[in-house]
């Protein structure tokens, strides 16, 4: 997937743009940012599931919810007040630090997932035996950029990375709040998403996973 986005970020070169790598501090670590989410997520979920359980007169447990949703259930009747508002200060200070990037870049451009989306059903692999924050964990390792791009709120779309043999890659295109991440990222050369000659779709990426980083690493597209 490293290699899809840096084909992507020459491509963008080849059209003027100037391309550079960079860093982005997310304003706390990684797995600071993973229980945050986790804290906000189960305690929404379980709310939510109370909620509907009460109006449908319906059990909570096996025989309506499954699995991963159970365990998220649980963890989230655990999460304490304090735990609640401390992950919104930890999410605000995403939503902060994150959108600081576009003072120096215009956009930034990063793998979708750091790895090849598994098949339908390899992530509930052994759900039943993980609690809600090893289930969230599992979720946001595969997802660490477009999770960061949701907390912080800024603008962010995938595209399909140009089209070379053997490959079908994605990136991911995020620009600074209150912009039109199409307009800042529209960089698409001709044939950006055409599938290969006798193809309905083109193939998939090589599956060598690339290990998810604790912040995502970027690149600057300017025109």
Request: net charge neutral; charged share 20%.
């Amino acid at each position: 997937m490293a290699d899809a986005v840096s084909h992507t970020a020459r491509m963008l070169e080849s059209l003027g743009h100037r391309v550079e790598e960079a860093d982005v501090d997310l304003g706390l670590d990684w797995e600071q940012f993973v229980l945050a989410n986790t804290h906000l997520w189960t305690a929404n979920l379980t709310a939510t599931i109370d909620e509907l359980a009460a109006a449908l007169g319906r059990p909570k447990d096996a025989s309506t919810l499954e699995p991963v949703t159970l365990a998220r259930y649980h963890y989230g009747q655990r999460v304490s007040g304090t735990q609640l508002v401390t992950a919104l200060a930890a999410r605000n200070r995403v939503a902060r630090g994150l959108p600081r990037v576009f003072e120096t870049y215009d956009a930034l451009l990063t793998p979708t997932t750091p790895e090849l989306p598994p098949p339908a059903g390899e992530l509930a692999e052994g759900a039943d035996e993980l609690d809600g924050l090893g289930w969230i964990r599992r979720v946001l390792d595969r997802s660490p950029f477009t999770t960061a791009f949701n907390v912080a709120g800024t603008p962010a779309m995938t595209v399909p990375s140009p089209w070379t043999p053997g490959r079908d890659c994605r990136s991911a295109c995020s620009s600074p709040p209150g912009t039109r991440t199409r307009d800042a990222c529209s960089a698409s050369p001709p044939g950006w998403s055409t599938p290969a000659p006798g193809r309905a779709e083109p193939p998939r990426c090589g599956r060598e996973p690339t290990r998810s980083p604790s912040a995502p690493t970027v690149r600057r597209a300017r025109r």
